[in-house]
């Protein structure tokens, strides 16, 4: 059966397409919907066409598993061009998501009619390209160069009654009469001349583009399209559509066959990779999660319940002080007045996401909880007691849960009776705004246990990862040769800021030294100031415990800007004339092999021992949890495209012992992803 079928209501006809889950734009549906305009085109009888799609959603876009392979004619540029120039009234009909290839056909019909929940957006950007099928022409004329681009730059959607006012949307359409709405449209429109996008002049103010580019720069630096997309938008914008799409095809043409583009489309499918547990069937029965008990109402544990809380479940929040958990459900509130005050939610969102917790300082409370998250101080034996006292109150079949961020599981689960209940959920700070969960499997962990942890984790918009029971898990355990090597080098000749700074141009948002200060120099620090090991205890018993105390391994001023510290320069040289270490100039290549080639060593070590299902996991995990460059993919990715002959001879010039992994990868001209 073809995947667009067609239909007749009078003289309208009616091409829907049919192809889950998300109505790509593949080579059938392209296909189809040129027969549906040239059938059309050919019939008298036929006055106007409505193009709708079937399933959850208007078409989401081109089909990216398609991007790198030659392409079936009709190419998506084409197809929309014929739609447009169908002499016919073509009335786009919209719900779900306009994504895309998809907004891109929206455009390209004469008129678009959308449900209220309907959304149109030109996420290319993300994949590292740009609107390429007449996007980067026909928005500007339909909805006005600066919603133009701040759409393709950006990538987020905007809503149908955004997309109305822009211009975008001609009609709203009622939620659930979105066909027999479209088709009344059509009957309007017949007989009235075509109106063609393309053909709409663009009206720009010359200083537009500069303003765009200054309010950006921070955003979009070192990315290729962004930059690309503006340039485009701006030298086409005057000229003729024939001529704008050209360089709009060049241009396409340029970033789809570069690197960022290649690791922002490896991401896309990463992430939706990760979500898939090995040998766990997808239809595995799930446990029933109706209320979330969190144990801890500090910093993790209030944002943790946070995630539950604006996803509509309850929680039953947990602690051992009246003044500590006023504090904990205070700092909820003001969390989520602060977004209120942004304008991203509304007043009574916040009252009905604090209306589901429950605070309490009766442990047996959690009793009537399904999944229960334990937050409390990281050590074994306090884990291993709030455990043993869970399982003597946690109804049967309840999921048991630490979050613990180094600490092992089994060990952990070996204190209760059900270590089939007991799962590792690594929330990461701030729990309710970072994307990363890592869900950690352990020995005895049960599948349903891991399948409803991963469901549970998409309906509070996490990206989750399956980890195994390891110190630091994943990601923390690829953190820590990175610290090693950074602290190491201070002492041999390097800044903090010289590091920080490879780091940045990087891409990362911050570098080791920079993110110690900001998360707190003080951390795991023992807290005896006669046990000074080195300089982060030096620094720690001085007081210097980074940001918040105005002083660590950067001086800050009141306004939280860093400058170099003439006092950690001098703890520096005591430490490296106390331990002996002679000095040398530091490269940035020699940075770069001890601060990052040794991570991606760990990860092979990672991917080898199991401990990740898969090497473009460990790319998720550093994407979304710690800041990795999306465009450089993750660093598994990346060690791909350095080549991974060129890590392994780094690792060795600096006398790192190889993981096995990955020389035996290098020596076959394997790489991590393919
Ligand atoms: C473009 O249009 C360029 C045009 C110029 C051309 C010249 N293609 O995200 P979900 C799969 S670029 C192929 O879990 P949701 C996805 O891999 C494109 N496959 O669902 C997954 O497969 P799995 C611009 C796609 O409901 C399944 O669909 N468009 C595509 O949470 C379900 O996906 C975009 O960038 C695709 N375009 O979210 C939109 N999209 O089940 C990208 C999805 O085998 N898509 N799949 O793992 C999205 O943002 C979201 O998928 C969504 C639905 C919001 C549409």
Not at 181 to 192: H, L, R, S, T, Y
Not at 636 to 664: C, H, N, Q
Request: proline share 5%; net charge negative.
């Amino acid at each position: 059966m073809s995947v667009i079928t067609t239909s007749r209501q009078g003289p309208v006809l009616i091409l829907t397409s049919d192809n889950p889950p998300v109505n790509a734009l593949g080579a059938a549906v392209r296909q189809g919907l040129q027969a549906g305009i040239e059938e059309a085109k050919g019939d008298d009888s036929i006055q106007a066409v409505v193009i709708l799609c079937a399933g959850k959603t208007f078409f989401a876009g081109a089909d990216i598993t398609e991007f790198g392979k030659a392409m079936a004619e009709p190419s998506l540029p084409v197809l929309v061009d014929q739609i447009e120039a169908l002499d016919k009234p073509v009335i786009a009909a919209v719900h779900g998501t306009a994504l895309g290839g998809g907004c891109e056909v929206a455009l390209a019909s004469h008129y678009r009619i959308a449900v209220p929940s309907a959304k149109f957006g030109l996420p290319e950007v993300k994949l590292g390209i740009l609107p390429g099928a007449g996007g980067t022409q026909r928005m500007p004329r339909v909805a006005g160069v600066e919603v133009a681009l701040e759409m393709a730059t950006k990538g987020d959607p905007i809503s149908a009654s955004q997309a109305k006012d822009a211009g975008l949307v001609d009609r709203l359409a009622g939620e659930d009469s979105l066909l027999a709405d479209a088709v009344a449209f059509a009957n309007e429109v017949i007989g009235k001349p075509v109106s063609r996008s393309s053909e709409r002049p663009v009206t720009v103010d010359a200083e537009t583009f500069a303003k765009f580019r200054a309010a950006n720069a921070k955003r979009f630096r070192g990315l290729d399209a962004p930059n690309t997309i503006i340039d485009i938008i701006e030298q086409t914008a005057g000229k003729p559509y024939a001529e704008g799409v050209q360089a709009e095809r060049m241009g396409f043409m340029k970033l789809i066959m570069g690197t960022q583009s290649a690791a922002l489309r490896h991401i896309f499918f990463a992430e939706r990779k990760a979500a898939k547990i090995d040998g766990i069937a997808d239809d595995i029965q799930l446990r029933d999660i109706k209320r979330v008990g969190v144990i801890g109402a500090g910093t993790m544990g209030g944002g943790i319940s946070m995630n539950f809380l604006s996803a509509g479940v309850p929680v039953t929040i947990v602690e051992m002080a009246q003044d500590a958990l006023d504090r904990g459900t205070g700092v909820m509130r003001k969390n989520y007045e602060a977004t209120a005050a942004k304008g991203r939610m509304t007043a009574e969102q916040v009252e009905k996401a604090m209306g589901l917790l429950k605070p309490t300082l009766n442990f047996d409370d959690l009793a009537e909880c399904d999944l229960i998250i334990e937050a409390v101080y990281e050590s074994m034996d306090v884990k291993k007691d709030v455990f043993g006292r869970l399982d003597t109150i946690a109804k049967p079949g309840a999921i048991l849960a630490s979050n613990t961020s180094y600490l092992n599981i089994d060990e952990i689960a070996a204190a209760t009776s059900r270590p089939q209940d007991v799962v590792g959920l690594h929330f990461f700070s701030p729990a309710n705004v970072m994307k990363l969960l890592e869900i950690v499997r352990g020995a005895k962990t049960a599948d349903d246990v891991l399948a409803t942890a991963m469901a549970l984790s998409k309906k509070i918009k996490k990206v989750a990862v399956i980890a195994g029971v390891c110190y630091g898990f994943i990601g923390n355990r690829m953190l820590m040769p990175r610290q090693v090597e950074a602290t190491k080098m201070l002492l041999e000749g390097a800044t903090p800021e010289q590091i920080d700074k490879v780091h940045v141009a990087f891409g990362m948002p911050m570098g080791p030294f920079q993110m110690a200060d900001l998360a707190g120099v003080d951390i795991g620090w023992h807290r005896d100031p006669n046990r000074i090991e080195n300089i982060r205890d030096a620094l720690a018993a001085e007081g210097r415990w980074g940001q918040k105390k105005g002083a660590g391994f950067y001086d800050y001023d009141e306004k939280r800007q860093p400058s170099n510290s003439p006092r950690v320069a001098e703890l520096i040289e005591e430490w490296r004339g106390k331990l002996n270490v002679p000095s040398h100039e530091i490269t940035e290549e020699e940075i770069v092999v001890r601060t990052l080639y040794t991570m991606v060593n760990e990860g092979a070590l990672i991917l080898a021992e199991g401990m990740a299902q898969r090497a473009s996991d460990i790319d998720v995990v550093w994407v979304y949890g710690y800041g990795w460059p999306p465009y450089r993919g993750g660093p598994m990715f990346w060690a791909d495209t350095e080549s991974l002959k060129k890590i392994v001879e780094g690792l060795e010039k600096y006398g790192f012992e190889v993981a096995p992994l990955l020389r035996e990868k290098a020596e076959k001209g394997e790489k991590f992803n393919r």
